[in-house]
């Protein structure tokens, strides 16, 4: 397997970060002669995509991902395959030049295919799941694959996924999903830094915490939109931890709430 240097303070949406050192794996490490050695020497790793909802130690180890043989996009007749690399934006202008229906609203969202089906994103009650048939995990193809509010029991490297071939692009959700985005920041993000928990919205109660933009050295919970944690300038990886678990602990003192990161977090490993 090949290694790089990664600087995830210009690499990460975040742009927060420093130069770890990454595994790359390539199409022929998962194949049939190679599977069982490259799933040992990444066992204990944790899989790095386009880092768009990554918050990085400059200290993490064990690092891996997939190189760019996994951006793709075919049509296999009675359904579209995606490698994992593969960015939302270019999915989505597949989807719209194709006139296929179920992910309009990647035209808001960053990420890669891998790290997308991962989390079930998605916007309001348009998510990945509602087309999603199978994803290709440690080298094997899976239908069993459950997915829920941010969440999935994908446990494992995800290098393709294949979703439902409808026809039907919804050129009309396009105006909400553009209206939903003009709230977000500017500033570099990691996106929604909260899951919102059940019957409430995290960002409607960081808000009423009186954290809507509020400041820790060069991080801060953004003034647009309370439940983006953003990068003020030179940001390090200590502030946007102190930060994200001060405002866990207001919301639960003033409301009894504990808010989870929807933000993946890769600490030093101890």
Not at 66 to 72: E, P, R, W
Not at 150 to 164: E, F, L, P, T
Not at 165 to 170: A, L, M, T
Not at 232 to 246: Q, T, Y
Request: contains cysteine.
């Amino acid at each position: 397997m090949l290694s790089k240097t990664i600087d995830f303070a210009t690499y990460s949406s975040l742009k927060i970060g420093g130069k770890n050192e990454v595994m790359i794996l390539q199409t022929h490490d998962f194949s049939a002669q190679n599977l069982d050695l490259t799933l040992d020497s990444i066992h204990s790793f944790s899989i790095i995509g386009h880092a768009y909802n990554l918050l990085v130690s400059p200290k993490a180890s064990n690092l891996v991902m997939l190189d760019k043989t996994f951006d793709y996009i075919y049509d296999c007749e009675d359904c579209i395959e995606i490698g994992a690399m593969t960015p939302s934006g270019k999915i989505y202008r597949f989807f719209k030049e194709n006139d296929l229906f179920g992910l309009e609203f990647l035209k808001a969202l960053p990420g890669s295919a891998g790290g997308l089906t991962k989390m079930n994103t998605g916007m309001k009650q348009y998510e990945i799941k509602d087309i999603m048939l199978s994803a290709c995990v440690n080298g094997k193809w899976r239908d069993d694959i459950k997915l829920s509010y941010r969440n999935s029991n994908i446990q494992g490297i995800i290098s393709a996924i294949r979703v439902r071939k409808i026809k039907g692009f919804r050129h009309h959700l396009i105006a909400e999903f553009n209206a939903m985005r003009r709230t977000h920041p500017k500033l570099p993000s990691c996106g929604s830094c909260f899951k919102n928990p059940p019957n409430h919205y995290a960002g409607k109660l960081l808000e009423e915490a009186g954290l809507r933009g509020f400041v820790y050295g060069n991080v801060a919970l953004s003034q647009e939109h309370a439940n983006f944690l953003v990068n003020l300038g030179d940001g390090s990886f200590d502030e946007a931890v102190e930060l994200i678990a001060l405002a866990q602990q207001k919301v639960f003192t003033l409301f009894g709430i504990w808010l989870e990161p929807e933000v993946k977090i890769i600490k030093e490993k101890i």
